[in-house]
């Protein structure tokens, strides 16, 4: 079975520091894999997903992602953190053909001033 | 993109009693799911929820403890029933188009359990 590991369970950065969040899978086939977003209170928002193609994938506010095989990661990255980005994020992997996702335990990104 | 409206957004329930929570989307989806988050924890896919049928479980849960409705493309409801302190978590309705491998998240329904 497909599972999503993601080895940090807090981060704290200090605000305009580069982020990069881990994110390592285990899928027998090639994955489809997503960054999602939970603030406070809210539901979960889609930050980028990787179908197939161009490894390096551009998502919303600024968000990239670079998938590699052959670390069978699946890693978030984003240049200059703002306040605003303090949230949980979870990565998932889904269950080709089902859109069945497997989230990881998620990471809490805390933003210093 | 959806739009996806869950009610109730958070209730507190008395342990023994059931409750159902409702999803409604602003559009034909083909894929509903139901996923509860339980405090401090990831996201766990309760079931599928199919249209005119009975939902798909997965390891864990049963129908029983979580029935489920579907009567069309855009509404679904998901009961938690005879309810513990164990079963307060946030309630997750989910809903994708088949073959975009995209699903898109409502904003949860906490249930707290006394």
């Known amino acids: 079975a497909q599972s999503v590991t993601q080895p940090d369970i807090h981060i704290t950065v200090s605000e305009g520091a580069s982020l990069e969040l881990r994110c390592n899978y285990s899928y027998g086939a090639t994955p489809y894999l997503f960054w999602y977003v939970q603030s406070p209170g809210q539901g979960l928002q889609l930050l980028l997903k990787?179908?197939?193609?161009?490894?390096l994938v551009q998502g919303i506010k600024g968000f990239e992602a670079e998938f590699k095989r052959s670390q069978s990661s699946f890693n978030l990255r984003k240049p200059s953190v703002h306040w605003s980005d303090a949230a949980e994020y979870f990565c998932a992997v889904e269950d080709t053909g089902f859109q069945k996702l497997v989230f990881g335990t998620g990471t809490r990104l805390l933003v210093s001033p | 993109s959806a739009v996806i409206s869950q009610k109730p957004s958070r209730d507190i329930c008395q342990r023994g009693t059931s409750l159902t929570i409702q999803c409604q989307v602003d559009s034909q989806v083909t894929m509903m799911f139901w996923y509860r988050q339980q405090p401090g924890q990831s996201l766990t896919l309760i079931a599928t929820?199919?249209?005119?049928?009975?939902?798909?479980?997965e390891s864990g849960f049963v129908i029983d403890k979580f029935p489920i409705s579907r009567p069309n493309l855009t509404f679904s409801t998901l009961t938690v029933s005879n309810m513990s302190p164990e079963d307060s978590s946030i309630y997750l309705c989910?809903?994708?188009?088949?073959?975009?491998?995209?699903?898109?998240f409502g904003e949860g329904s906490r249930l707290t359990v006394l």
């Open positions: 990787y179908f197939s193609g161009d490894t």
């Open positions: 989910s809903v994708g188009y088949r073959g975009t491998g995209e699903l898109f």
């Open positions: 929820a199919n249209q005119g049928s009975e939902a798909t479980y």
